[in-house]
């Protein structure tokens, strides 16, 4: 049986905790943890938790409680700072998105996670999604063939009064805006479906809905990879519908989620034939079609893994590793977008964009942030459109 505490006990604590109690055999939460001791006295009462509540983390790491493991449901600034302290203290820790503000935070997990002998993991929750899981799958039995060109549509929609949150909008405390934020989960996949990250990056930043907010609600990005393959990122929250995707183009068909295939093949004059390859089409989606659906997913499928690897001595299937990954490609298309110069990877230790003060010191601001609203009295929320 495993302990677990959850530090942040806000919108997605909620999703962490009830994928906690689905496997309530293997794991119990043992401890709450919110700068806002109500908000875990509510997540207690709500899911009427057998566990004590705690008003820092410095309190509940010094309670003597046993902990194995937890989870950081905070906001993006202070991450990094809560897993290095529960590594410390001989925690593993599971991350919510994204892994951190920087690379350097990301490095300092890391080796607080190897120093302390534990495990680090990150959210990346759409690896446990079908339409993703099932995607990635159906790219890797290479009938689709090599990918030459990725579009991810990382669209969301966010109301004005959404930058308003005391720690949103800021480029201090939320870390920059949909493209660290949102995007991170379809940068994830990105990385996670191509294999490797892209040597060079251009990326253009803008705010045109939110002018309460100092980060971007808009980026596009573009990217080359090392086998001259492209893709194109573009993170929104500004997008009406919010339809999310991503769609490759293989040099045999196109593959994409929500789930879609096309497969062009030719006349003798190099134009395509009418309906395609049949044979091909037909192909793919028998083995699409023939992956079982996982059992658990989203937060529940990832937790179901995390415990997996805790109880068996593996590692879980998102590492430390993914997570920094995901902060670099994002950090690269911010330095693109800030500096509007072509960024090239891997992102070296010396360069300005390495470390959380040089973030902020480059940053385009685009507006005053305005509005400081504590909590919402509205906690209902939407975790995107994954059909
Ligand atoms: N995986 C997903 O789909 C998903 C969805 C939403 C949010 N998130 C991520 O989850 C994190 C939290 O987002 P949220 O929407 O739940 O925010 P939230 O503001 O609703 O919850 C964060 C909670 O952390 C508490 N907190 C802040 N600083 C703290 C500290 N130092 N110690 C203890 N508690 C502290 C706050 O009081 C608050 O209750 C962010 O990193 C966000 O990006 C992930």
Redesign the pocket.
Known sequence: MLNVAV???????KSHLEGLLTFSERCRVVGL????LE?ARAGKEKYNLDCEIFE??EDMLGSGLKIDLVHI????Y?HAQ?AVDAMNAGCNVVV???MATCLSECDDMLEAESRNNVILTC?A?NRFMNSIYKLKKTVDSGLAGKICCTHVNSHWWRGHCYYD?WWRGLWEKEGGGPTL?HAVHHIDMLNWIKGELPEEVMAMLTNVMHDNSEVEDLSVSVMRYKDGSVAQVTSSVIHHGEEQGIVLQCANAKLAAPWDIKADITQANGFPKMGGDQNLIHEITEYYDSIPDLVYEGHTGEIDNILTALEQGGRPMITGNDGRKTVELITAIYKAGCTKELVKLPLTKEDAFYTFEGILKNAVKFHEKSGYVENFAEDT?T?GNYK
């Open positions: 530090v942040g006990i806000g919108n997605i604590a943890c919110d700068i806002y908000k820092n983390l449901c905070t906001p993006p202070v809560i919510e998105k994204p959210i929750q949150l934020n929320i975790l």
